[in-house]
């Protein structure tokens, strides 16, 4: 089994830069593609970013591209999403999920196989 805990997040103004983490505990991530999503209120759950269990590919949704990069320390065995130019759409509660797969990178949320309770992320206008 694979823990999970978010942290990082808060309340944060327009424009700010915060950084999400997930740590793992229990099993080891480093052989596991790892996502990011968040779930707005009153919204469905939706694919933020992801990335392959070696680094090599990362996949981000069009509304973060440029503005969020996920990355991950094999030694913390910890993932990380770096959040900047931050906007009030993009609050949310941001989840980090894990897929045994380690190549595949999907965004459906039915492929991962491990979550976090999650972080919220409130960005004041």
């Known amino acids: 089994q694979v823990q999970l805990v978010e942290s990082g997040g808060g309340l944060v103004q327009a424009g700010g830069s915060p950084r999400l983490s997930c740590a793992a505990s229990?099993?080891?991530?480093?052989?596991?593609?790892m996502v990011w999503f968040r779930q707005a209120p009153g919204k469905e759950r939706e694919f933020v970013a992801a990335?392959?269990?070696?680094?090599?590919?990362?996949d981000y949704t069009n509304s973060v591209k440029g503005r969020f990069t996920i990355s991950r320390d094999f030694a913390k065995d910890t993932v990380y999403l770096q959040m900047n130019s931050l906007k009030p759409e993009d609050t949310a509660i941001y989840y980090c999920?894990?897929?045994?797969?380690?190549?595949?990178?999907?965004?459906?949320?039915?492929?991962?196989?491990?979550w976090g309770q999650g972080t919220q992320v409130t960005v004041s206008a």
């Open positions: 999920a894990a897929n045994l797969d380690p190549i595949r990178i999907p965004r459906s949320r039915a492929a991962y196989d491990y």
């Open positions: 229990g099993r080891t991530i480093s052989t596991s593609s």
């Open positions: 990335i392959t269990w070696n680094g090599d590919r990362t």
